[in-house]
């Protein structure tokens, strides 16, 4: 299974990114999906989370303005990121429970 993450960049705050997260070689359809991120200098930490019935949960420092969600046709999840914020600058990383798989991630950049 690979996870393959892309969308990130550069974005001036107030702005907004999407970020996608491929899947080949099996699918995301049966497992609960998660975007996490980690800032320089700290630990990885949750973003948010889609479970296999289509359920949302979001880290209380998003909610609002992040939304996750997934086209299992596509075999793809999404975060659409608003509003984004200097401290949203991190390494975006997409993750499937179901195997404990993670993508490289993807860098997101927010100027002030």
């Known amino acids: 299974v690979q996870l393959v993450e892309s969308g990130g960049g550069w974005v001036q705050a107030g702005g907004s990114l999407r970020l996608a997260c491929a899947t080949s070689?099996?699918?995301?359809?049966?497992?609960?999906m998660g975007w996490y991120r980690q800032a320089p200098g700290k630990e990885r930490e949750f973003v948010a989370r889609?479970?296999?019935?289509?359920?949302?949960y979001y880290a209380d420092s998003v909610k609002g303005r992040f939304t996750i969600s997934r086209d299992n046709a596509k075999n793809t999840m999404y975060l659409r990121m608003n509003n984004l914020e200097p401290e949203d600058t991190a390494v975006f990383y997409c993750h499937r429970l179901m195997g404990d798989y993670w993508g490289q991630g993807t860098q997101v950049t927010v100027s002030s």
């Open positions: 070689g099996g699918t995301i359809a049966i497992s609960t």
């Open positions: 889609i479970y296999s019935g289509g359920g949302t």
